[in-house]
């Protein structure tokens, strides 16, 4: 893991795509850091006017490989939701194959990630 940052209402951190496995589907994510977790949650409580399913909270986020650091790749930027999950209520974002094929990536690769909250 690298630095995080927090500011405001954006994130920036670093995380490895990982693989869970349901009875019916696979999904690839990557997980919050701690901090940033709990920090959104409490956030979450106290902006949303409109409570959303699962716990989910809007973001606009970016993607940007670091499998070539001497090469660096444009982040593909996209709007989701990212939600409670897994590692003890961490926030994950999800990445659909859409999404991991335009920004080259699979599981098992380190990325950088940038959220910016949409309350």
């Given at each position: 893991m690298t630095e995080v940052v927090m500011d405001g209402l954006e994130y920036t951190f670093t995380d490895v795509i990982r693989l869970w496995q349901?009875?019916?589907?696979t999904w690839h994510y990557v997980s919050l850091p701690p901090d940033i977790s709990d920090e959104i949650h409490t956030l979450s409580q106290y902006h949303q006017t409109k409570r959303r399913g699962w716990g989910a909270v809007k973001v606009t986020a970016s993607i940007t490989s670091n499998r070539a650091p001497s090469i660096p790749a444009p982040a593909l930027t996209w709007q989701t939701s990212i939600f409670p999950a897994f590692d003890h209520k961490r926030y994950a974002l999800f990445l659909k194959a859409e999404i991991r094929k335009q920004?080259?990536?699979?599981?098992?690769?380190a990325v950088t990630i940038q959220l910016k909250l949409q309350f």
């Open positions: 349901g009875s019916k589907s920004a080259s990536v699979r599981e098992g690769d």
